[in-house]
């Protein structure tokens, strides 16, 4: 399991928040979609399955609807997503202000190793600023994962670096992500928790996650509770995703 970032990890801003960011305690990350709602989050590579993740997100005054939509061609052997906030609403003043989030992220994972409960994922990512930030971002994740039984530990390790610096598009990004989770049965439901350090234009923050998985037929519905920024401002930020895999959906259906 990674959040992935895939990124992994991690966890991320969009809109006008995403220039606030540089500037202030609260991590670049804190409101970009994300891979399901976990520090560290990596879902099986489903080869032919086309797999869609919607959400709400709850981070001080700012909602937004998260959203992933993961494509994994069969003779690919690995699987391309595309990661966007379908609505960002924050309050500026007196108004709340509602939009398309500001950027796209994208992140291509294959797995380079599965060996005896030992994974390790490779996932090159990339972001396209599409209203109020200059330039993109491109960088990689690795994912480490490791399952014993019930057990399984996650990391997530990501880098990026900004292609045309701007005041809300840092240099350099570092997320280190690490989820422990628990399962509990044999029908997939699961407890997680987490830590993540993001280091950014030179600022660190740190931040921990408690969570639970709840299955379903063709897919899973994923809670969490963060406490974001501990060592500078802290912040609350709660997350709820439900994540469908249509290609088990289809296959049923044939």
């Not at 920024?229 to 439900?242: G, H, I, S, W």
Request: with cysteine; glycine share 12%.
């Amino acid at each position: 399991m990674v959040r992935a970032a895939l990124a992994l990890l991690a966890v991320a801003g969009a809109g006008c928040q995403a220039q606030q960011q540089a500037v202030s305690s609260q991590p670049l990350n804190a409101s970009v979609s994300d891979f399901g709602v976990s520090f560290a989050f990596s879902p099986p590579i489903c080869a032919g399955c086309v797999q869609t993740e919607l959400g709400f997100q709850s981070l001080e005054d700012g909602r937004y609807a998260p959203a992933v939509v993961t494509i994994a061609p069969a003779w690919l052997h690995a699987d391309a997503s595309v990661l966007v906030n379908a609505a960002d609403s924050e309050v500026f003043g007196t108004r709340r202000i509602t939009h398309f989030g500001n950027r796209l992220d994208f992140a291509l994972r294959g797995k380079v190793l599965d060996h005896d409960g030992l994974a390790l994922t490779l996932a090159p990512w990339g972001t396209a600023f599409i209203r109020g930030v200059q330039g993109g971002r491109a960088g990689a994740a690795l994912l480490p994962q490791y399952t014993r039984g019930n057990n399984q530990f996650v990391a997530q390790f990501l880098l990026t670096g900004a292609v045309g610096i701007s005041a809300g598009n840092p240099r350099t990004d570092y997320i280190g992500a690490f989820d422990y989770t628990r399962a509990i049965g044999q029908r997939g439901y699961a407890f997680f928790a987490g830590l993540q350090h993001e280091i950014t234009a030179g600022e660190q923050t740190v931040g921990i996650e408690q969570g639970m998985i709840v299955p379903f037929r063709d897919g899973q519905v994923e809670l969490a509770a963060q406490q974001l920024t501990l060592n500078a401002d802290p912040a609350m930020q709660f997350q709820a995703r439900v994540i469908v895999n249509w290609g088990r959906v289809l296959a049923r259906r044939r």
